[in-house]
């Protein structure tokens, strides 16, 4: 914990830090991050909580997923002087009530003061769901496509991942990250009989880098590029050479993992 203080060195309040976990469906929200012209799931969240506790509350997320974008579990963290069990069902509850069905707090864990939801994690997973039949009830939640995919070349592609670090060749241009190295883990896809599900997991993620993997790794599946061309794409460190973007509605932030340490 850490002390608010005044000009004479006198403690006032004790602050505290949370990691708040939560999920939510992206379809009706310009994204994560609060923006002049729409309203994001940082924005809603916020205004909850400070109407809750009665002191302005700031919260900081482990990323900003883009509009349409969804994550089955999301992690900020904030600061507050308000002394209260938050891991209690009956805040949680009261916390739930304030925001709209689209948006579900999982659960609030005090951690260390230094803890930040989005430099201090390990790793983050998404998921991209395609699907190959007209479903209404995934008409938000997933991408359809007209014709089969090759899966195991797809997911050999997807091992050509792991063996790179630099991949410009997937992040939108124009950002001002000082890095476009990424560690990727995890990377393959799975077909259930109705959907193409992918997986990938990696210590950090550049803007629109799933979504355009995504769409490069379907041009394989198609058969339209190689495995070669696939792995010439990443050499060459250039957007304009890879797939489209896929569209938002399919991609999942599904976890996002921290040191134990961090937790009190």
């Known amino acids: 914990m850490s002390f ?20 939510y469906d992206g379809s009706s929200y310009c994204g994560w991050q609060i923006q002049p012209n729409g309203i994001s799931i940082q924005e809603v969240v916020q205004k909850a909580l400070s109407l809750l506790l009665q002191e302005e509350i700031l919260i900081v997320g482990a990323g900003r997923t883009d509009s349409g974008v969804h994550a089955k579990m999301m992690v900020a963290h904030f600061d507050t002087t308000v002394n209260f069990d938050f891991s209690s069902a009956d ?17 609030i864990v005090n951690v260390k003061n230094e803890a930040h939801a989005r430099f ?52 939108k241009l124009h950002t001002d ?13 799975h077909f259930d009989g109705e959907k193409y599900v992918f997986f990938i997991q990696a210590d950090r993620f550049l803007r629109n880098m799933v979504r355009a993997i995504v769409g490069t790794l379907i041009d394989v599946g198609k058969e339209k590029i190689s495995i070669e061309k696939f792995k010439e794409i990443i050499e060459l460190k250039n957007r304009c050479k890879a797939g489209a973007s896929v569209p938002a509605k399919g991609l999942y932030l599904i976890d996002v993992h921290y040191p134990d340490t961090l937790f009190l």
């Open 4 to 23: 608010l203080v005044c000009e004479n060195q006198t403690l006032l309040k004790m602050v505290n830090r949370y990691f708040i976990y939560l999920s």
């Open 177 to 189: 990250v000082k890095t476009n190295n990424c560690k990727i883990m995890v990377a393959n896809w």
């Open 120 to 171: 201090d994690a390990i790793s983050r997973t998404y998921e991209y769901h395609i699907v190959t039949e007209k479903n209404p009830f995934l008409h938000n939640f997933a991408m359809r496509i007209f014709h089969p995919l090759n899966i195991e070349k797809m997911n050999e592609a997807s091992q050509v991942l792991l063996k790179y670090t630099d991949f410009t060749s997937f992040s």
């Open 91 to 107: 805040f949680i509850s009261k916390l739930n009530s304030l925001l709209s069905h689209a948006i579900s707090i999982k659960k």
